[in-house]
């Protein structure tokens, strides 16, 4: 093997990516891609602490590595993107979007 991913000795098998935060973030994304553009930086906030609780708790569960919680963002963020694309549509502020994202992220390690 030339990547090696031992099992972790917790009596499950570890997979790639983790079901349980992609099932969050896609629905985040989901959410995002369907409000109006003046509730998405509330949503962003929102969704973010939801999904850094959800991918902060399954690595402390010790269920998921870090890498497998990264790979989930990384799944939705590709096929969020292309139906982004696909779809288009009104755009909401991209600073502030990210701005509450970012504070959402913060407040979720802050409360783990």
Same mark, same amino acid.
């Given at each position: 093997?030339?990547?090696?991913?031992?099992?972790?000795?917790? +009596?499950?098998?570890?997979? !790639?990516?983790?079901?349980?935060?992609?099932?969050?973030? /896609?629905?985040?994304?989901?959410?995002? !891609?369907?409000?109006?553009?003046?509730?998405?930086?509330?949503?962003?906030?929102?969704?973010?602490?939801?999904?850094?609780?959800?991918?902060? /708790?399954?690595?402390?569960?010790?269920?998921?590595?870090?890498?497998?919680?990264?790979?989930?963002?990384?799944?939705?963020?590709?096929?969020?993107?292309?139906?982004?694309?696909?779809?288009?549509?009104?755009?909401?502020?991209?600073? !502030?979007?990210?701005?509450?994202?970012?504070? +959402?992220?913060?407040?979720?390690?802050?409360?783990?």
């Amino acid at each position: 093997d030339v990547l090696d991913r031992p099992n972790l000795g917790l +009596g499950v098998h570890n997979s !790639l990516p983790s079901g349980h935060t992609t099932v969050v973030v /896609s629905a985040v994304a989901a959410l995002l !891609l369907v409000l109006p553009a003046v509730m998405r930086p509330l949503m962003a906030v929102i969704g973010a602490a939801a999904i850094g609780l959800t991918g902060l /708790s399954t690595v402390v569960a010790g269920w998921h590595r870090p890498a497998d919680v990264i790979a989930a963002l990384l799944v939705v963020l590709a096929w969020t993107g292309a139906v982004s694309a696909v779809v288009g549509g009104r755009r909401g502020s991209w600073l !502030l979007s990210s701005v509450a994202a970012f504070l +959402g992220a913060a407040s979720s390690v802050v409360m783990l």
